[in-house]
């Protein structure tokens, strides 16, 4: 199946497209048009609502895509090994559960908040072992481990909130840049976008990454290990996922046991939307990233101008069939067209 | 498998450290607590001749849309605002999540609305944006669910947890002519509210001489499901067979257990009461199954909040202690201590009144 979508969105392996058929070229740059697409949302709304353009509003905007953004860059490699972590949202959930409860039984904050990312790693580590290590189907793994990690911050919390976090901690996250619309959180989201887009698209790793996903028998008789990979790489998904978990608590001043329930959703949504390929192999971050402002830019604007909840909920999932869709549907005009081609030239 | 564990030995080795030396100095909970700076906001004077402004933007966020207690509680809201000729908004989550109210907050302030009714599902995760709203002019009511008290102007409390946990002592007494086994049918063992009330429900069965030959047997929980109230009361009547009364603090666990008794033969032998719509109680009270319930009316508490919001943004009242408004129909309130207004007691629902309500 996977070989079957080669010219889907195009990573660093796939063949590039050898004639100019405008389908194919768009074809290609999923990115393109998804970055092209967000731009165009951005000024649309801007223009047609005067509340959208205010630097509160822009402040509110990136908290709120925060950690879908967050997450889903260990998402976007991890789809591409052609592997899938639903477990990261219940990560982010109990690792707000255990700062919680560590706080309440009083652990320093600074020793709190590395505990909190060391062990998002182990859990990480537990679903990079059953899968890696033992061969087992992420998807039905990391659905497990979602259950079982929302399980045990429900145990460790119960529907406890705990709130009283340091001010100096909680309003840094809330906080923006000097008097800049900046969130402070955008600065580590764009440090750490960028070594993961380098790592992705521009090292040895990336390749390796994009080999496996594509085909992990060629990968593996290419001499790259890739079970390797993919430990490792949920290992980064469960910290990131806990780091996310801090920041939720901190900006939320609550940590609780269901924080986050729901989200794995929104990042899977967001990296396929992004334009890689369910199946592996194919992808840029860029086209990830643009999503996920895409996704949450439509939702802050139509909140602003009243759509009600159920709609919006419609129109993200039109855009995501669209999404889904659309590379399929264009690859069976295209190879119609050629077979058409085929027959008049015979 | 040794693989994994040989790469994990030196990360948990630099954890360990790090945790070691940040273990030295630190923020701990105990050294934190410098935390509130912003408390009660009720500056300025109150009018309370001035009217009501006209026009004025009041927008109601409850937990969850589309949850059938929520709406008729803003229904309530409407009516008012309709009253008073302000503009009524809606907007809410679909899920009751403890964060997820919040970009709805920080979109009101950047709709300038003038007041935010809200029923938090999260005291403090929304408190800093309904601060916002306040430094932006806003004035925020809570109604249902309180906020933390310094991120609101007032809090609209249904009944007092005393008023309520009374009310269910006094209605099971009274129909099971003041002794026998009782039993608690609840929603789950950690609600706050249902916790509360059957506190108070058993300090009075301990404290008030008129309650001494009534006897507590046990309290099973429902988890607000349905078919899991359905199978409870079920197994508290075979496991009693000289149970007296079921008290269920819970709208979901009396229409169940009220379901389950109408159709059994404990029917007539078995008194039930507790927390109850009329709506979904009205054909048990009409066949004889239950007789009493109480509830307060859900559409009064959103009409009193559109109203204390409409009274703070007209100037009326600042939030303090002691300071009075009138609230249309249900008449003059006095705010309490912590910017709180009592609603009233609970109303008593039997087959003579409940024909009157529709909720």
Same mark, same amino acid.
């Given at each position: 199946?996977?070989?079957?979508?080669?010219?889907?969105?195009?990573?660093?392996?796939?063949?590039?497209?050898?004639?100019?058929?405008?389908?194919?070229?768009?074809?290609?740059?999923?990115?393109?048009?998804?970055?092209?697409?967000?731009?165009?949302?951005?000024?649309?709304?801007?223009?047609?609502?005067?509340?959208?353009?205010?630097?509160?509003?822009?402040?509110?905007?990136?908290?709120?895509?925060?950690?879908?953004?967050?997450?889903?860059?260990?998402?976007?490699?991890?789809?591409?090994?052609?592997?899938?972590?639903?477990?990261?949202?219940?990560?982010?959930?109990?690792?707000?559960?255990?700062?919680?409860?560590?706080?309440?039984?009083?652990?320093?904050?600074?020793?709190?908040?590395?505990?909190?990312?060391?062990?998002?790693?182990?859990?990480?580590?537990?679903?990079?072992?059953?899968?890696?290590?033992?061969?087992?189907?992420?998807?039905?793994?990391?659905?497990?481990?979602?259950?079982?990690?929302?399980?045990?911050?429900?145990?460790?919390?119960?529907?406890?909130?705990?709130?009283?976090?340091?001010?100096?901690?909680?309003?840094?996250?809330?906080?923006?840049?000097?008097?800049?619309?900046?969130?402070?959180?955008?600065?580590?989201?764009?440090?750490?976008?960028?070594?993961?887009?380098?790592?992705?698209?521009?090292?040895?790793?990336?390749?390796?990454?994009?080999?496996?996903?594509?085909?992990?028998?060629?990968?593996?008789?290419?001499?790259?290990?890739?079970?390797?990979? #993919?430990?490792? *790489?949920?290992? =980064?998904?469960? @910290? %990131?996922?806990? $780091? !996310?978990?801090?920041?939720?608590? &901190? /900006?939320?001043?609550?940590?609780?046991?269901?924080?986050?329930?729901?989200?794995?959703?929104?990042?899977?949504?967001?990296?396929?939307?992004?334009?890689?390929?369910?199946?592996?192999? #194919?992808?840029? *971050?860029?086209? =990830?990233?643009? @999503? %996920?402002?895409? $996704? !949450?830019?439509?939702?802050?604007? &139509? /909140?602003?101008?009243?759509?009600?909840?159920?709609?919006?909920?419609?129109?993200?999932?039109?855009?995501?069939?669209?999404?889904?869709?659309?590379?399929?549907?264009?690859?069976?005009?295209?190879?119609?067209?050629?077979?058409?081609?085929?027959?008049?030239?015979? | 498998?040794?693989?994994?564990?040989?790469?994990?030995?030196?990360?948990?080795?630099?954890?360990?450290?790090?945790?070691?030396?940040?273990?030295?100095?630190?923020?701990?909970?105990?050294?934190?607590?410098?935390?509130?700076?912003?408390?009660?906001?009720?500056?300025?004077?109150?009018?309370?001749?001035?009217?009501?402004?006209?026009?004025?933007?009041?927008?109601?966020?409850?937990?969850?849309?589309?949850?059938?207690?929520?709406?008729?509680?803003?229904?309530?809201?409407?009516?008012?605002?309709?009253?008073?000729?302000?503009?009524?908004?809606?907007?809410?989550?679909?899920?009751?999540?403890?964060?997820?109210?919040?970009?709805?907050?920080?979109?009101?302030?950047?709709?300038?609305?003038?007041?935010?009714?809200?029923?938090?599902?999260?005291?403090?995760?929304?408190?800093?944006?309904?601060?916002?709203?306040?430094?932006?002019?806003?004035?925020?009511?809570?109604?249902?669910?309180?906020?933390?008290?310094?991120?609101?102007?007032?809090?609209?409390?249904?009944?007092?947890?005393?008023?309520?946990?009374?009310?269910?002592?006094?209605?099971?007494?009274?129909?099971?002519?003041?002794?026998?086994?009782?039993?608690?049918?609840?929603?789950?063992?950690?609600?706050?509210?249902?916790?509360?009330?059957?506190?108070?429900?058993?300090?009075?069965?301990?404290?008030?001489?008129?309650?001494?030959?009534?006897?507590?047997?046990?309290?099973?929980?429902?988890?607000?499901?349905?078919?899991?109230?359905?199978?409870?009361?079920?197994?508290?009547?075979?496991?009693?067979?000289?149970?007296?009364?079921?008290?269920?603090?819970?709208?979901?666990?009396?229409?169940?257990?009220?379901?389950?008794?109408?159709?059994?033969?404990?029917?007539?032998?078995?008194?039930?009461?507790?927390?109850?719509?009329?709506?979904?109680?009205?054909?048990?009270?009409?066949?004889?199954?239950?007789?009493?319930?109480?509830?307060?009316?859900?559409?009064?508490?959103?009409?009193?909040?559109?109203?204390?919001?409409?009274?703070?943004?007209?100037?009326?009242?600042?939030?303090?202690?002691?300071?009075?408004?009138?609230?249309?129909?249900?008449?003059?309130?006095?705010?309490?201590?912590?910017?709180?207004?009592?609603?009233?007691?609970?109303?008593?629902?039997?087959?003579?009144?409940?024909?009157?309500?529709?909720?």
């Amino acid at each position: 199946m996977s070989s079957d979508l080669a010219t889907a969105p195009a990573g660093p392996t796939a063949p590039a497209p050898q004639s100019g058929s405008r389908w194919r070229e768009l074809l290609a740059n999923w990115d393109t048009a998804i970055i092209t697409l967000t731009v165009l949302v951005l000024i649309g709304a801007s223009i047609t609502n005067p509340d959208f353009g205010s630097s509160t509003n822009f402040t509110f905007l990136v908290l709120d895509l925060a950690p879908i953004f967050l997450i889903a860059l260990p998402m976007t490699l991890i789809i591409v090994t052609g592997e899938i972590d639903l477990s990261v949202a219940s990560t982010l959930g109990l690792s707000g559960a255990a700062m919680g409860w560590m706080w309440n039984n009083g652990f320093t904050i600074e020793m709190i908040v590395p505990m909190c990312i060391l062990l998002g790693a182990l859990l990480g580590a537990l679903n990079g072992f059953l899968v890696a290590g033992l061969g087992l189907p992420s998807l039905a793994v990391t659905i497990g481990t979602l259950a079982l990690f929302r399980g045990l911050a429900f145990v460790l919390l119960g529907d406890q909130a705990v709130s009283n976090f340091p001010r100096a901690y909680t309003s840094w996250v809330t906080g923006t840049v000097g008097d800049t619309p900046i969130p402070n959180l955008a600065i580590p989201l764009v440090i750490l976008a960028v070594v993961f887009g380098v790592i992705l698209q521009s090292t040895a790793l990336g390749r390796n990454i994009y080999a496996t996903g594509a085909s992990a028998t060629a990968a593996k008789f290419a001499g790259i290990d890739g079970n390797r990979i #993919k430990f490792w *790489l949920y290992v =980064v998904a469960g @910290a %990131v996922a806990a $780091l !996310a978990g801090v920041l939720w608590s &901190l /900006r939320y001043s609550s940590a609780r046991a269901d924080n986050g329930s729901g989200l794995e959703l929104s990042v899977v949504a967001a990296v396929l939307l992004g334009g890689v390929s369910i199946f592996g192999g #194919k992808g840029r *971050l860029l086209g =990830v990233l643009a @999503a %996920v402002v895409l $996704l !949450a830019t439509l939702q802050n604007a &139509l /909140r602003l101008e009243d759509i009600s909840n159920e709609a919006l909920t419609v129109v993200t999932g039109v855009l995501l069939i669209v999404a889904v869709l659309l590379p399929n549907v264009l690859k069976i005009v295209r190879t119609s067209s050629q077979r058409r081609k085929a027959i008049r030239a015979l | 498998m040794s693989r994994f564990s040989r790469r994990l030995a030196p990360l948990a080795g630099v954890a360990a450290l790090s945790l070691v030396l940040t273990a030295c100095v630190g923020t701990t909970q105990d050294s934190a607590s410098d935390s509130s700076d912003s408390g009660s906001r009720a500056t300025g004077t109150a009018n309370p001749d001035a009217p009501i402004t006209e026009g004025l933007k009041v927008a109601f966020l409850p937990k969850q849309l589309n949850n059938p207690y929520s709406d008729i509680e803003v229904a309530g809201g409407e009516t008012a605002v309709g009253e008073f000729g302000g503009e009524y908004k809606l907007v809410g989550p679909n899920d009751a999540s403890a964060s997820s109210q919040v970009s709805y907050i920080n979109t009101l302030i950047q709709q300038n609305q003038d007041v935010i009714g809200i029923a938090a599902n999260d005291p403090n995760a929304v408190c800093p944006s309904l601060n916002q709203a306040r430094d932006a002019g806003i004035k925020v009511v809570t109604f249902d669910s309180d906020a933390s008290k310094d991120c609101r102007d007032l809090f609209i409390n249904q009944a007092t947890t005393e008023g309520v946990g009374e009310a269910l002592a006094k209605m099971t007494s009274d129909q099971i002519g003041g002794s026998g086994k009782i039993a608690i049918l609840s929603a789950t063992p950690n609600a706050t509210n249902q916790n509360a009330w059957i506190e108070v429900l058993k300090e009075q069965l301990a404290s008030n001489p008129e309650y001494a030959n009534i006897e507590l047997v046990t309290t099973v929980y429902g988890n607000d499901d349905d078919q899991k109230s359905f199978q409870e009361t079920q197994g508290l009547l075979q496991t009693y067979p000289d149970l007296k009364a079921i008290v269920s603090p819970t709208t979901v666990g009396i229409a169940a257990a009220a379901r389950y008794i109408s159709s059994s033969s404990y029917k007539d032998n078995i008194v039930l009461t507790g927390l109850g719509t009329p709506n979904q109680m009205r054909e048990y009270v009409k066949d004889g199954t239950v007789k009493q319930f109480a509830l307060w009316d859900p559409t009064d508490i959103g009409y009193l909040a559109a109203y204390a919001g409409a009274a703070l943004a007209s100037g009326q009242i600042t939030g303090a202690e002691g300071e009075t408004f009138t609230a249309g129909e249900l008449g003059e309130y006095t705010i309490g201590a912590d910017g709180e207004l009592v609603l009233g007691p609970p109303t008593v629902f039997d087959a003579a009144n409940i024909d009157q309500y529709d909720f």
